[in-house]
Structures are given as structure tokens and as C-alpha cells.
């Protein structure tokens, strides 16, 4: 499986801005799909971004408009961009890579909070 380790999220105020990064250790991670979702506290892991190989992207619409997924081949680093976050965006956020029929493990995570 491949390997990911997200970063970057904090505590921020409602209308905050923040970053995630998820570094993997595939060499072939340019051919990967990559993937974001969440889970917020007692709730399930929902879909909330993903990235293909090819740069094409989709977004669960809870998030569109707000949040971007991209990718950086080169550092082997997928990212998410989140801004005008809201308290509902509280959750745990995971990232794993995906070249079909094969899925990756997802990684530990990095909590964001969005204060009230």
C-alpha cells in the first residue's frame, strides 16, 4: 500500500483559511488519483475531494466553491486548499491514493477545527 501522512490543519475562526498536505511515498505517484475525506465527530468518513492523474477534479458539494484540491508531482504531494471554512468543516481529514483496481491505505490524519 501506499503510504501518505497528512498536515497542515489547526484551529481556525469561521471565514479561516487553511492548507492540507498529504506527502506519499509512492515513486509512481503521478499515476495515482488521490483522494480527501473527512470525518467529523460522530459521523462517518464522507468524500470531500479528489484529484486524478490527469489533474481532473471533483468535489463533494458541500465544498464546492470553497475548497481546491491540486497536486504537486514533483514533491509527490497532493494538497487541499480550504477557505471561508465553517464550523461544520470540523472533522478529521484523511488522504489515500488510488490507481484501480488497487486502493490505498489512508493515512493519520489531520484535525481541523472550525470554532463557533
Known amino acids: 500500500q501506499v503510504q501518505v501522512e497528512e498536515s497542515g490543519g489547526g484551529l481556525v475562526q469561521p471565514g479561516g483559511s487553511l492548507r492540507l498536505s498529504c506527502v506519499a511515498s509512492?515513486?509512481?505517484?503521478?499515476?495515482?488519483?488521490m483522494d480527501w475525506y473527512q470525518r467529523a465527530p460522530g459521523k462517518e468518513r464522507d468524500f470531500v475531494a479528489t484529484?486524478?492523474?490527469?489533474?481532473?477534479?471533483n468535489y463533494a458539494d458541500s465544498v464546492k466553491g470553497r475548497f481546491t484540491i491540486s497536486r504537486d508531482n514533483a514533491k509527490k504531494t497532493a494538497y487541499l486548499e480550504m477557505r471561508n471554512l465553517k464550523p461544520d468543516d470540523t472533522a478529521v481529514y484523511y488522504c489515500r491514493a488510488r490507481r484501480p483496481p488497487f486502493v490505498g491505505n489512508w493515512g493519520p490524519g489531520t484535525q481541523v477545527t472550525v470554532s463557533s
Open positions: 484529484i486524478t492523474a490527469g489533474g481532473d477534479t
Open positions: 509512492e515513486s509512481l505517484f503521478s499515476q495515482y488519483s
